[in-house]
């Protein structure tokens, strides 16, 4: 219904467009045969193909809007839209079973019977006499088998599987063998467009749980710390992608198998990349569940470049696990090498800073703390700071774990001169290069002792 609607409207609105062209062109071309249009016909005519093409975009964005609004955000669609936004910050069953019956079954009088066919066994059926009854589970199970394909689908009145929308009475998603059956006789009236969203969103969720209950499982009963690092380091980012004029090198050392480190480097486009490096409060499996919390947060939110968004939803997400004293400092930021800009929020982050090319050397430019701590706190209002970037720019972020590396007479290696030259020195280098500087430089300050902190940095150079 949104696509079809959507498809109307820019066809009426591009077809209008043509027509009061074609006619302003019509008005002014000559009417005489052989007599050439003058100069000032043929600019008025360009001038108004840029003016009606503008407002042809305008015109059609507002009413896409709008139909979007009235299609997505009215009626009954509202409610599997309102699902489906609870269902990102569901992180365990007891989440979805408790959206299930606030949007599902109280205001949508819908009736759900979700199946783990793994284990053939009932997860969930609404309290009533459909999803209830044995039969009705058996039909289902018998039309719906076991090794049924991944994907979205309807039924009809007699629970087998139909192509016909207008003519069902329920939809079933099923992935990797969780088959969920939605129950509800006025199907045909949600925009088909939704079941999509609905099926990619369930999809993140089972993915989700099961890595969170892999986790909790690994560290409570076998206790094999390097399979929980495994699944952890498993978060992050495996390569570093190739973009275009912005080069990247990272390093992470967990100081035990699991850490409260994490990086990220989304491209978002040709010219625009989000990079992320925090660092979670304590050690263990409480900071490494925040861990990949906030990561998957981070990676399934569609608007990242809304920086806003992005933190406050991952404030929402620790704040929903309910471990108690779990906070995150974290910098977020985004780097747009077209308009060679940065804009950044910092979450209490403390060595976040710009080595910048000038006539006397490199200078240093923090980009300085503008939220507080994330999970913990009210955030209140978060400003998204900017800063101009130039060729040549060297952007450093690390955690508190390269800074408060200590040698024998408790100094720590961010307050020291030789950081700092390090630094300068290091900023004409590759990044690679650098990391392995400033690494070197860590384990030399520190006379090749154990250390006391992860130790986590990225490095991005701007303009090659």
């Not at 800074?403 to 280098?429: F, H, N, P, Q, W």
Request: aromatic fraction near 12%; glycine fraction near 6%.
């Amino acid at each position: 219904m949104y696509k079809t609607r959507k498809k109307i409207v820019t066809i009426c609105v591009y077809t209008l467009a043509v027509i009061l062209f074609i006619g302003f062109a019509l008005f002014l071309i000559p009417q005489k045969t052989g007599e050439q249009p003058s100069l000032y016909s043929l600019f008025s005519i360009a001038v108004f193909f840029c003016a009606v093409i503008f407002l042809a975009v305008r015109l059609k964005s507002s009413l896409v809007s709008k139909v979007h609004h009235d299609t997505m955000e009215k009626g009954e669609t509202m409610i599997i839209k309102k699902f489906i936004d609870r269902l990102r910050f569901c992180y365990t069953l007891d989440d979805f079973y408790v959206a299930i019956a606030d949007l599902l079954e109280r205001r949508g009088d819908c009736s759900v019977l979700l199946i783990d066919r793994i284990k053939n066994y009932t997860l969930y059926n609404s309290p009533n006499r459909l999803t209830s009854s044995d039969a009705i589970r058996e039909k289902m199970c018998q039309n719906f088998e076991e090794n049924w394909r991944d994907g979205f689908y309807y039924f009809d009145r007699h629970f087998g599987v139909t192509s016909r929308f207008k003519k069902s009475r329920g939809f079933f998603l099923c992935f990797e063998k969780h088959h969920m059956f939605v129950f509800c006789n006025y199907t045909r009236l949600f925009d088909q467009s939704i079941y999509e969203q609905l099926y990619e969103e369930y999809k993140r969720f089972i993915t989700r749980t099961r890595t969170i209950a892999q986790l909790s499982e690994i560290a409570a009963t076998t206790k094999e710390w390097q399979q929980l690092a495994e699944t952890q380091q498993s978060f992050l980012p495996q390569k570093i992608p190739n973009i275009p004029n912005l080069k990247i090198a990272t390093y992470f050392r967990p100081l035990v198998n699991v850490s409260g480190d994490y990086f990220s480097i989304l491209p978002i486009d040709k010219s625009k990349t989000l990079l992320m490096l925090g660092d979670v409060s304590g050690k263990g499996l409480p900071a490494a569940l925040i861990m990949g919390l906030v990561m998957n947060t981070v990676k399934i939110i569609e608007d990242k470049e809304d920086l806003v968004g992005v933190i406050k939803a991952v404030d929402k997400s620790i704040k929903g696990m309910h471990l108690q004293d779990k906070y995150t400092v974290l910098f977020l930021s985004i780097i747009d090498t077209e308009k060679m800009k940065i804009r950044y929020i910092n979450a209490s982050m403390s060595d976040p800073i710009i080595l910048s090319p000038s006539p006397d050397g490199y200078r240093i430019k923090p980009l300085t703390s503008n939220a507080s701590l994330v999970g913990i706190l009210d955030m209140g209002d978060v400003t998204v700071a900017e800063k101009r970037l130039f060729r040549g720019d060297t952007i450093l972020m690390a955690t508190d774990g390269v800074s408060e590396v200590m040698d024998d007479s408790g100094v720590e290696l961010g307050d020291t001169d030789i950081y700092r030259k390090t630094l300068i020195a290091g900023a004409s280098k590759s990044p690679q290069e650098f990391v392995n500087d400033i690494v070197d430089l860590i384990w030399k300050y520190n006379g090749d002792k154990k250390l006391h902190d992860d130790v986590t940095m990225m490095i991005a150079k701007v303009g090659y």
